[in-house]
């Protein structure tokens, strides 16, 4: 298994300019996630979906929109990219193990830079 | 959301044990305490998930007061390789339910 895989690894954008990050993840996961983090922040969780068909809000999702494509894919867009979405962004996935809450699956990470 | 309060870095000597305290004094009834691990240009990674008393596994330990307010996470004899930020999160059981919380973690720097 490749667990969750992003592309690409890296990216440069300038102003206004748009974008799709793309997230797979081959662990029969219901729920993804996307995050960002900023330089010697923690991470912070920009939109998620449960399931197949739906996506959910998180603490910082303007500027971005989400596709939960099929159960599988779950990408990230930037309509028009701005200096302030400089980040590394994270793809994630969770599964419920036996007796514990969900536990996430972390992809390496993209990083933006937008001039 | 239950706000969790952690060191911000921590320094250690190879051998010896660590211990990492979150404080979380709004702790919600139903929430769990999760730990993840994060080294350099890499995403997180989980250590270790509890809900009350002492949680233990090949990797760490989780001490959990009767309150809940705070949690402990210990680190038995440190190697280089554990230097990395640790994140304490404190959730609900349900599948993306909410919005989880990551903060600024613990940055733990073990020497030789």
């Known amino acids: 298994n490749a667990g969750v895989t992003q592309t690409p690894k890296f990216q440069v954008l300038k102003t206004g300019q748009s974008m799709t990050l793309q997230c797979a993840q081959d662990?029969?996961?219901?729920?993804m996630y996307w995050y960002r983090q900023d330089p010697g922040m923690g991470l912070r969780l920009i939109y998620y979906?449960?399931?197949?068909?739906?996506?959910d809000k998180g603490e910082v999702p303007n500027g971005y929109n989400v596709s939960r494509l099929n159960k599988r894919e779950f990408s990230l867009r930037l309509e028009s990219a701005a200096p302030s979405q400089t980040s590394v962004y994270f793809c994630?996935?969770?599964?419920?193990?036996?007796?514990?809450?969900?536990?996430?699956?972390f992809g390496p990470g993209t990083r933006l830079t937008v001039l | 959301l239950a706000k969790t309060t952690q060191p911000i870095s921590m320094d250690s000597y190879e051998g010896q044990e660590v211990n990492i305290t979150c404080s979380h004094n709004?702790?919600?009834?139903?929430?769990?305490i999760t730990w993840y691990q994060q080294f350099p240009s890499q995403g997180p990674r989980f250590i270790i998930q509890?809900?009350?008393t002492k949680v233990t596994n090949e990797v760490a330990s989780l001490f959990i007061p009767a309150d809940r307010k705070s949690s402990t996470l210990s680190l038995p004899r440190v190697s280089l390789s554990d230097t990395a930020v640790y994140y304490c999160?404190?959730?609900?059981?349900?599948?993306?339910?909410?919005?989880?919380?990551f903060g600024s973690g613990t940055r733990l720097q073990v020497q030789p």
């Open positions: 994630a996935s969770s599964v419920r193990l036996a007796g514990i809450t969900d536990t996430q699956y």
């Open positions: 662990m029969n996961h219901n729920s």
């Open positions: 979906s449960a399931s197949e068909g739906t996506t």
């Open positions: 709004n702790i919600a009834t139903n929430d769990y």
């Open positions: 509890g809900y009350k």
């Open positions: 999160l404190v959730g609900l059981p349900d599948t993306g339910r909410r919005a989880l919380t």
